[in-house]
């Protein structure tokens, strides 16, 4: 696995965002995890040679799926210990851009040479399909039933194993309409 030393902290591995265990273990709330992930995306996107990295896709895809697991439990009435700010509504904003940004970096690296991904073209899919799911999952939680389709639309375009529940989340979604 290739590293670079960054410019502030410890290491980073560019092609995977690798947390011990024990780190994981304490960020249980998602306002620690916030926290750590925004700081690790901040970290990542002012170094310019990281700004396109994989460990930075990562930790957008990680704090995404954080705010979609805190955001699924506020509609569970679970305690969950976001801000004050962080309604049900503003997680899956968060998410959805966070996806977004995962998408456009991914798209465009082709034309840009921008992503540098050590692995293969299916990684890059991977995660592509990956951001849409998530943000299918967000546009759904925010009652964008249109956007969400279109979503799991394109998560089959990276990722054809997905193509059965697809289906399911597409005919699901469009009895809401």
């Known amino acids: 696995m290739r590293t670079v030393r960054c410019k502030r902290h410890s290491t980073v591995f560019l092609s995977r965002l690798t947390l011990s265990p024990p780190l994981l273990s304490l960020a249980k709330s998602f306002s620690e995890k916030d926290r750590f992930f925004s700081s690790v995306i901040k ?27 805190a955001a699924e439990d506020i509609s569970m009435q679970r305690p ?61 939680g925010n009652q964008q039933c249109n956007k969400a389709i279109e979503a799991w639309r394109r998560v ?15 005919d699901r979604l469009a009895k809401k309409l």
């Open 80 to 140: 969950v210990a976001a801000s004050d700010n962080d309604s049900q509504s503003t997680l899956f904003q968060r998410a959805i851009q966070d996806c977004e940004q995962v998408i456009t970096l991914l798209e465009n690296d082709q034309e840009r040479d921008a992503v540098r991904l050590s692995s293969s073209q299916q990684l890059r899919n991977d995660l592509v399909g990956k951001a849409y799911r998530i943000a299918a999952i967000a546009y759904e």
């Open 43 to 69: 970290s990542l996107g002012a170094d310019e040679s990281l700004a396109c990295s994989a460990a930075l896709i990562h930790a957008f895809l990680l704090r995404a799926t954080s705010a979609v697991d």
């Open 156 to 170: 089959v375009k990276y990722d054809p194993s997905f193509q059965s529940k697809v289906a399911k989340e597409v």
